[in-house]
């Protein structure tokens, strides 16, 4: 499974270099801004914790910090999320943007935000109360998909019925905002742009685990998720348990997707790209190396991503969903011609 | 019979989709109350027209398809008491899809059926490379094992297949179309190496083909799915003899769409349905040089005769060695002429019968 000796450095190398590739554009997230922190103080305040002014230090620490940590979180579990769902349901335009799971969490997110004040509860805005809501919109998502693809045949059916979904799950989310509190609507829409900068430093130990949990689970799936590349009755017939390969996939796929949702709004595309970029890069199918592939990879694509956003025009911030978009829709679209020609049936 | 124990045993078994494909499912062909064992060191094929249920029943007797009546015993336990991890160890499988995994080599995909002997991490341990050496080796895979499954053939991608069940190294082997794609010699190679495998490590294996006389004279035993539901068992060639062959595919006659079957050759063929051309008086030395005479006129449309009047067109085959090449002498009134080839016989007792034809008008 493999490959021998050099093939395995080679790997390692690559590997080593997509964390170092993190590092630093983790390392340009705290330095670039609107506000302009000279890089020498950054440094030593890094090592010293000194040479920064007060207000400097809290841009950095409550506003840099955790928005670097939230793009490699997201980016990471985006990208093992749309792995997860290439190789279960076979599909490889497979992502949790696509086939809907994005948009089952972002209705769960809309009733926290819309639809519990129209009911007459104000929420107390709880963190938790809003994850639970988008993993339970995410996990429902999935579980439609799953049901589908029992008597959907072929890729294409799958890929309709994910965006069906979505526009269902949209339509829900534009009847609440019809009806919603004005306030509720300012936070849920500030919300929908997708931002790796809203997560507030409190929440970043909540989000780290949920994306940490996601991450582990999904790394001691490799050996079952190669059994599943060759098909559910061949997985079954070299001794996976199906049953607890899905449980396990579904689990890993909705707290990544729910959980990004949830902190960083919907995040469009980089699911279903980072797989195809690391199979690309590493030409291999092996998962005990595209995993990890998968977590370095989408975490350094994301703060790319996110330090894209800041070429605005004028220190404006872009969308991050419209940096993410020029960067996988063509990934999309090569999946697509490459599909076509019959080359690969992933 | 046998002082083994059988690997395999069903008893009373009826598979089938249990009402869930609607219509469609009472016509996908569904074996009743089967029963059979298969013992190691056995070769069992299973013969049936398309839609007989021969993947349904290996899908079913390897436990990916639960039976609608009866009971599987593996190694006399009940197959459904085993962990899916304990059954990798016991039965291996080829289903019927060829498929290709991207970025995928050949060895890759012989190495996957070392799984179950894998640890949790799934990292391959000297021993389990070495297995999947041996069945490259064994299959004629070396020179591909690392190309990649897109870029070979068919037929190889299907050797592939079969060579990752064979490096799961499993008692039980169950075979859905191990000979598709792959060409005929390879297909003989292939049964060949079954057939040492079963004898020289006592492995129990039961394969579907379509490839009937190759599969009918390598197995054992057959298995032959009949229409109605049925399961003939017994040596291939007395099924074959008893007629039971031709009766499981061709059902009835009127069918049949005018193929017959020989029973000779074990082989099903369409006679040539147009209007006899004529006549002709075939004669010469039995071997494969007289029945590919007497096959390439036929077709044609000539009716054969072994003696006839002299105003027919004669053709006699002459060979003095088996290594000679043949050569034919034919005859018609006064036209003489030696032929070569059996593409200048039809060229000489074509035109010479058309123009009789002519003439009868």
């Known amino acids: 499974m493999t490959p021998h000796g050099s093939g395995i450095r080679g790997h390692l190398c690559l590997l080593g270099l997509l964390a170092l590739l993190g590092g630093a554009l983790f390392g340009g997230e705290l330095f670039f801004g609107s506000v302009n922190i000279p890089l020498r103080g950054t440094l030593e305040y890094l090592l010293t914790g000194e040479g920064l002014s007060p207000e400097e230090a809290v841009i950095l620490r409550e506003l840099r910090f955790p928005r670097g940590c939230a793009a490699w979180l997201g980016g990471a579990s985006l990208g093992v999320a749309g792995l997860l769902m290439q190789t279960w349901f076979r599909n490889p335009l497979g992502g949790p943007f ?24 104000v929420p107390a805005l709880g963190s938790a109360l809003l994850l639970g809501a988008s993993f339970g919109g995410a996990l429902a998502a999935l579980l439609v998909i799953l049901l589908g693809s029992r008597s959907l045949r072929g890729n294409t059916g799958i890929l309709l019925l994910g965006l069906m979904l979505g526009y269902l799950a949209n339509a829900g989310v534009t009847v609440l905002l019809a009806f919603g509190s004005l306030s509720g609507m300012r936070s849920y829409l500030s919300w929908s742009f997708g931002t790796f900068g809203g997560i507030s430093p409190s929440d970043l130990p909540l989000f780290a685990l949920v994306c940490a949990s996601a991450l582990g689970i999904s790394l001691g799936l490799g050996k079952s998720l190669n059994a599943l590349l060759l098909g559910e009755s061949y997985a079954a017939s070299l001794g996976i348990s199906l049953g607890r390969v899905r449980f396990l996939v579904f689990l890993a796929t909705a707290l ?53 956003t800041r070429l605005g025009p004028r220190g404006t911030l872009l969308p991050l969903n419209a940096v993410t978009a020029l960067l996988g829709v063509p990934v999309v679209l090569w999946v697509l011609f490459r599909y076509r020609s019959g080359e690969g049936e992933l | 019979m046998s002082p083994l124990l059988p690997l395999l045993r069903a008893e009373n078994l009826t598979t089938g989709y249990a009402g869930r494909r609607g219509s469609s499912g009472e016509r996908s062909g569904i074996t009743r109350n089967f029963s059979g064992e298969i013992f190691p060191g056995e070769m069992i094929c299973l013969l049936g027209s398309n839609g007989s249920g021969k993947s349904t029943l290996l899908r079913t007797l390897g436990g990916f398809l639960s039976p609608l009546e009866g009971r599987i015993f593996l190694e006399e336990k009940p197959l459904e008491g085993y962990a899916p991890s304990e059954r990798a160890k016991k039965i291996g499988v ?53 190309r990649l499954l897109e870029k070979v053939s068919d037929g190889e991608r299907r050797r592939a297949w079969l060579g990752r069940a064979l490096a799961q190294e499993t008692p039980l082997l169950l075979l859905d179309e191990p000979l598709a794609f792959i060409d005929l010699p390879g297909g003989a190679a292939i049964l060949h190496l079954l057939r040492r495998l079963a004898a020289e490590e006592g492995r129990g294996i039961l394969f579907s083909s379509h490839q009937i006389q190759g599969a009918l004279s390598m197995a054992d035993r057959t298995w032959l799915l009949t229409p109605s539901g049925e399961c003939l068992q017994g040596v291939g060639e007395d099924l074959l003899l008893r007629g039971d062959l031709e ?41 494969a040089a007289l029945k590919w005479s007497r096959s390439a006129l036929e077709r044609r449309g000539f009716c054969l005769l ?4 002299p105003e027919l067109p004669y053709v006699e085959l002459r060979q003095g060695f088996p290594e000679d090449s043949p050569v034919w002498c034919c005859s018609w009134g006064e036209q003489k002429r030696r032929c070569a080839s059996l593409e200048e016989v039809l060229g000489f007792v074509e035109p010479s019968v058309r123009r009789k034809g002519k003439d009868s008008l």
């Open chain 1, 256 to 308: 990544a997707a729910g959980g990004v949702t949830a902190f960083c709004g919907p995040v469009a595309f980089l699911g279903v790209a980072v797989p195809h970029l690391c199979r690309g890069l590493f030409r291999s199918w092996d998962h005990r190396l595209l995993l990890p592939a998968c977590i370095l990879g989408g975490g350094a694509l994301a703060l790319g991503a996110d330090l894209l």
């Open chain 1, 98 to 121: 696509l086939l809907g799971t994005s948009s089952g969490a972002s209705l769960g997110v809309a009733l926290v935000l819309l639809g519990l004040p129209l009911a007459g509860r």
């Open chain 2, 306 to 309: 072994s003696s006839g009047p």
């Open chain 2, 94 to 146: 080829v289903h019927t899809g060829n498929p290709s995994v991207p970025y995928m080599t050949v060895e890759d995909l012989v190495l996957t059926g070392r799984h179950p002997h894998t640890p949790w991490h799934g990292g391959l341990s000297e021993r389990d490379r070495e297995r999947g050496a041996r069945i490259l080796r064994l299959l004629g895979l070396e020179a591909l094992q690392k």
């Open chain 2, 247 to 287: 009766r499981a595919y061709l059902g009835d006659t009127e069918n049949s769409g005018g193929v017959r079957f020989s029973q000779e050759e074990a082989l099903f063929f369409a006679p040539p349905s147009r209007e006899p051309l004529g006549e002709v008086v075939l004669s010469g030395p039995s071997g």
